[in-house]
Every structure is written in C-alpha cells, then in structure tokens.
C-alpha cells in the first residue's frame, strides 16, 4: 500500500543529487580578478587573447589561476583569476602596459572584476552562483525611454527627402511634397504623372505603402510607413541603442554590466560597483559620428606609415585597412544613412546593404561619379578620435542604396552593419528612474536576506518537529529539498538575485510548509476516523492531494499575473515566487510521501505513527 517504486525513488535522488550539486557555488564566495574587454569597434576579442595575457603574466612573474574566454552577445571579454588583491592590482598595471601599445588610446580596457571561487569540475557541470542584483551588490541603476517618435520622425523625413530626389531623377512632375503626421503627401496634376510616380516609388522604396487619394481636382499619392518596416525600424532603433551604450559601459570598467529591453520603448542599464553616476551619466550621454571620406591615394598604400601626410588630408593609424590617408573633407556623415543591414552579393558573398536618406544619396551620387575605380572609407569618430571601419573600393556610381562588398563572412557584414547603425544612438533617451546603491547597504540587505531565510526556516523546522513529531520531520526534510531545489534551480537558470527575491524565498518556505500541513492533518483524521495507521497514511497523502493543487494553482496564477503585469522589484519576487510553487508541489507530495513510504512502509503490521497528539471527540 504505501511502497514506492525503485524510479520514484531514484528521481528523489537525481533531484536531491541536482539540488545539492548547483546550490554549493553559492557558498564559495568570489576572487579577485581582472577582466579584458575591447576599447575599439574594429578590434573583437576571440580566443587567441588568452594566450597574450598567459604569457603578459609569466614574464612579469604574476601567477594566475585562471585565464578563461566567454562570448556575451556580440562581444567577448578575457578573465583572469587570482589569488589575492596584490596579484589582481599588479596584473591590472602589467596588461594595460604589456596589451597597450599607446596609453593615450587603448585597445584594451582592462578592469577590476569578482569571478566566482567555484572549483573547475563544477564549472565544467555549468554549475555557477546566482548573479546578484544591485540591491545586495551596490552600484547604479538606470531606466532611459527612447524617443520612438524621434526615431519615427527621422526615418520619415529621410524618405520625404528620397521620394523628392527619385522622382526628379526620373523626371517624374509633382505639384509638392508634404507631411501630414506620419503620412507623406504627394501632389499630382494628371493620372498619368500618378501612376508612373508610384511605379517609380514602388520599385525603388519598397518599405512604403502607397494609396492613392483626391481631393476635388488635386490628385494625391499618400505614402506611410508598412507595419513590417514601422516595426523593424523601431526594433533597429533600440536594438542600435543597447549596442552603443555596451560599447560605451565597457570605459566605465564595470565587470558585470546589465543592459537589457524593457517593455516596448526602454531600456534598463545596470552598473554594480559604479557610485559615480555623473560620470556614469556623461559617459552614456556621449555622442558618436560616423564619416564616409575618399582616401588620398597620392600616397601610395604600404607607405602611410612613413610619408609625408599631403595637406587637406589626414592619416587614421586605428582600424581595419588601416594606415590609411583620408581626405578632411568627408563625402558624407552618419546622419545621411537611413539603414544598414547585413545581405549577400549578386555572387551570394557576405556584403553590407547601406540606405540613405535623399540628400545622402544625392551626395554620394556627385562624390563617386567620376571616381570609380578609387578607395572610400567609413571612419567612427568618437571623443575626438578615428576609427576606420572598413576602406572599399568604389565599383559604381553610387546612389541612395548601396553595397560594400568582399566582407569575408556573414558574421564580419552583420558586425559592420551593426556598427554603421550604433555609432551614435538612433533616437535621444531621456533618464526616467535612477538609483544608486552604496555596498555597504548591499553587503547588510545579504547579510538580513540571510539570517531571514535561516531564521524563518529554523523555527518552522522546530514547531514541525514539536507539533508532528517524526512526521514533523518528513515536512522539514521536505521543505529543505525544496529550498534546495528552488536555489538550485535560479542558479542554473543564473538568475539575478534581488532583496525582493529573498523575500520571496522566505515567502516560499511559509507557503511550502502550508502543503504538509495539510497532509499531516488529513492523516490524523483518518486515524481519529478509525483506519489503520497503513491506510491512514494512504488515504491523507491521496486525499490531500486535490487540496494541496488547488490552493497552489489558484496561487500559481496571482505569481504570474505579477510576472507578466509587474515591473523591476515585483518582477524580482514573481520569479522567485513561481519558481518556489512548482519546487514546493514537488517536494511536499513527492518528496514527503517517498520518505514516509521508505520508513513505515516495510512494516507490515503498523500499530501506531508518530504524528503528534491525535484528538478524539470522545476524548
């Protein structure tokens, strides 16, 4: 009646295994390190760092124990782990100067970090600790919304301009271009003159929608935006403004940045261990200019280095193609490209398909006419500084849609796109929310968070034991695998870790206990009803059972409401709260009935269960 299968049992076991095995690398606490990150947009950190900063630290006799290389996102970062504050100071000194060759514009930054002391066979399990919210780490927290009525408003005034600039080229007559909101209107004198103009338009603008309309004799050609194109130019937009802010995060040498979407039009940038928020705020404030400029090709290429510079031009030693001399005078700058996305080539080569705006367009038209056959290259100008992201060769008369060609791998176009797209925001951000927390304040919510969960957790443990005697016991060994299994679980999942959370960890465990309770009790019900202790045993864990899921389901569904509904610190705790409701069904049914089963179910004849004092109405 009450034995369990060998599987059921061995689950118990693999949960317990599960839960013991990704909980431990919380408790090892971290070591200092130093983390290397890179300073400029052509330079990507890969694998081969590694052994540059193996060899930077043994030739100046500082010992390492661990030099590792992980890939976030679009970036990659080197980090090296040691013993000591000592040996992480001296490291930090020897690879800014060993991996720098100009101190005055570094490749690499090179930043203080905390990586966890988790033995390596555990790493190799991807057994890592929980990450820590700002709230019990300390730092700075923003909440910036994008402008996307800005971001809207620029992309319809590029095509404004490029409607204007395709229907004179096509010397196609218009009785005025206009803007109503986000329609662009487009005036006509006879249906003839109409229909060709969108046919032009058509072929030439895919991303509008064109209706015609008339309003007494004035014929009207109405453009706006398609639903496909306004949403992907929102999701490009805030996607350009989470890759420049990384971009720039990474000079604040924070170890451990958060930047992240929220909601339809924000973004949330977390900074542990920053206190600075000025400088944090002058720093992802700041603004970038992208330059298309043609190379000065009276000095030949392999000499730059070392000729004289001629005047009017000026010579970029940073980025890819460089040495290279460039003309002052750029053809045209970064506020012309409407768009810039990574495509294939008539050949199916890796290439990189550029928009702009009318202006632009006309521009690049007059620059590259009589020029081709040259070189042309796009430079990123930030804090005053140059950065060549590519020199191509000019193949055609240029217009407003082009592409640069020979990228090599769909990987180096998709990257290129990326920078032609973030090197300034793409619409302004305005610094809703702003928190900062000292460490100090974080280090006293983990400890209080702690001695909450232990506390809370001991005395249900006591008066479980007091009140229901071993089957008290049973309750606690449950509520313990299931604190167990809810760590374990937020750990490999390597969730972040909040005060709310903790709070939400306490919660659980009230909630959890909940379910014994009612097991406990159904149990002495059954016993003051007559049955045997067997079928007691049986019939309370079965009987229980539709309670225990109803009250957590009724409860699962409020944790969800405030996971999809809630924001910031009430998500924190929905997470944790869900988590913890899924763990505790499992352990208190499961869990608690396989002990019982393993202690009173190999005993045939049961005279009595130590559940406490059992009332009786007659008593």
Do not use: C
Not at 520 to 543: K, S
């Amino acid at each position: 009646m009450n034995r369990y299968p060998l599987w059921k049992y061995i689950i118990i076991a693999v949960a317990l295994l599960f839960g013991v095995l990704y909980t431990v690398p919380n408790f090892f606490g971290q070591s200092p390190a130093v983390q290397i990150s890179s300073a400029k947009a052509t330079v990507k950190i890969d694998s081969s760092l590694v052994a540059l900063v193996e060899q930077a630290l043994q030739k100046d006799g500082v010992k390492s124990d661990l030099v590792s290389y992980e890939r976030l996102g679009t970036q990659g970062t080197v980090r090296a782990r040691f013993a000591d504050t000592d040996a992480q100071f001296k490291a930090k000194s020897i690879l800014e100067k060993e991996l720098n060759t100009d101190p005055a514009d570094p490749t690499y930054l090179v930043a203080f970090n905390l990586l966890p002391r988790t033995p390596q066979w555990l790493q190799s399990l991807h057994a890592f600790p929980m990450n820590l919210g700002l709230d019990l780490q300390g730092g700075v927290h923003f909440q910036m919304q994008v402008d996307i009525k800005s971001l809207l408003n620029k992309r319809l005034q590029g095509f404004q301009t490029s409607v204007r600039t395709l229907l004179r080229d096509k010397n196609v007559r218009h009785a005025g271009i206009t803007r109503n909101g986000d329609v662009i209107e487009v005036l006509f004198r006879d249906e003839d003159t109409r229909t060709k103009a969108k046919e032009v338009l058509a072929s030439q603008l895919p991303d509008l929608a064109l209706a015609d309309s008339q309003e007494g004799s004035s014929l009207k050609l109405l453009l706006t935006l398609r639903p496909e194109a306004l949403k992907r130019t929102q999701e490009e937009g805030i996607q350009q403004n989470m890759v420049t802010l990384a971009k720039r995060v990474n000079e604040l040498g924070v170890a451990e940045p958060l930047i992240q979407r929220y909601g339809a039009d924000r973004i949330v940038v977390e900074l542990p261990g920053v206190q600075d928020v000025s400088r944090a705020k002058d720093i992802i404030g700041r603004t970038a200019t992208l330059e298309v400029r043609l190379v000065d090709e009276s000095v030949p290429r392999g000499t730059e280095a070392t000729a004289a510079v001629p005047f009017g031009s000026e010579l970029f030693k940073v980025g890819k193609g460089a040495p290279v001399v460039l003309y002052k005078e750029p053809i045209l700058t970064g506020d012309y490209i409407a768009s810039a996305s990574a495509s294939f080539d008539q050949n199916q080569q890796p290439s990189v398909s550029i928009d702009l705006n009318g202006d632009g367009g006309r521009k690049m038209r007059e620059a590259t006419r009589e020029r081709i056959g040259k070189l042309m290259a796009i430079v990123l100008f930030e804090k005053g500084k140059g950065e060549v992201l590519t020199v191509a060769t000019i193949r055609d008369e240029l217009g407003s849609r082009f592409q640069i060609t020979g990228m090599g791998s769909a990987e180096a176009s998709a990257d290129l796109a990326l920078l032609l797209r973030a090197g300034s925001l793409a619409a302004p951000m305005q610094i809703i929310e702003e928190r900062t927390i000292g460490p100090q304040l974080g280090a006293d919510n983990i400890q209080k968070g702690f001695n909450s969960t232990l506390y809370g957790f001991a005395a249900i443990a006591i008066f479980m034991v007091i009140y229901y005697h071993l089957f008290g016991f049973f309750s606690v060994f449950a509520l313990a695998v299931n604190l167990l299994m809810l760590i374990s679980t937020l750990s490999v999942l390597q969730a972040t870790l909040t005060l709310p959370g903790i709070a939400a960890i306490a919660f659980t465990l009230g909630m959890a206990i909940d379910a014994n309770v009612l097991i406990n009790e159904r149990i002495r019900e059954e016993l003051r009803g007559g049955n045997t202790p067997q079928a007691a045993i049986a019939a309370g864990f079965d009987r229980a059972w539709a309670t225990i899921l109803d009250s957590n389901v009724t409860t699962l569904i409020a944790g969800l409401a405030l996971l999809i509904f809630g924001s910031g610190a009430i998500r924190g705790f929905a997470v944790v709260h869900v988590l913890g409701i899924m763990t505790s069904i499992f352990s208190s049914v499961f869990v608690s009935r396989g002990v019982a089963n393993l202690w009173y179910g190999r005993k045939k004849k049961l005279a009595s269960v130590s559940i406490g004092q059992i009332w009786k109405p007659n008593a």
